[in-house]
């Protein structure tokens, strides 16, 4: 295909890239005519990128959906731009620091919270999420011994 581009999905909605979707590329809304899975990565023709320079203008670009076309998640599930910058507690009170990122690992996802202590990497399993308050912009994490010397 002509103006094809490559794409990470960051996304857990694969359905998000079918064709006929809207994304918000680079800020502007463009719609998938065809796509398809290469390896590791999504080759989607976007309606109005017909050739290789206007899909060479969307390199690094980033591909977004409006929040109010998101998709419901079931309770207890977030998104991560709804984690980063919670403030991180121990079920204690303690202040750990804030949540700054979500990296991702094949045996789960690890929430990067940088605080006073430095920086810790805390598994995101259900047993160690006690609670997450976005209105209250707060998650209680019960550490398992020594996670804080790793």
């Known amino acids: 295909m002509r103006g094809e581009v490559r794409v990470q999905a960051l996304s857990d909605f694969p359905e998000r890239f079918r064709s006929g979707a809207r994304l918000w590329v680079a800020g502007r809304p463009m719609?998938?005519?065809?796509?398809?899975?290469?390896?590791?990565?999504?080759?989607?023709?976007?309606?109005?990128?017909?050739?290789?320079?206007?899909?060479?203008?969307?390199?690094?670009?980033?591909?977004?959906?409006?929040?109010?076309?998101?998709?419901?998640?079931p309770p207890g599930s977030f998104y991560i731009y709804e984690l980063v910058g919670l403030e991180v507690y121990t079920p204690a009170g303690e202040r750990l620091g804030a949540l700054t990122a979500v990296e991702k690992n094949p045996a789960q996802d690890l929430f990067v919270v940088a605080g006073p202590a430095g920086e810790i990497l805390v598994p995101a399993l259900r047993r160690m999420v006690r609670e997450v308050d976005l209105a209250a912009g707060r998650m209680v994490v019960d550490l398992p011994p020594g996670l804080r010397e790793v």
């Open 31 to 73: 719609v998938v005519e065809a796509g398809r899975k290469r390896g590791n990565l999504l080759v989607l023709k976007l309606a109005g990128c017909d050739d290789r320079d206007a899909a060479e203008a969307l390199r690094d670009a980033l591909l977004e959906i409006p929040e109010r076309e998101r998709l419901a998640l």
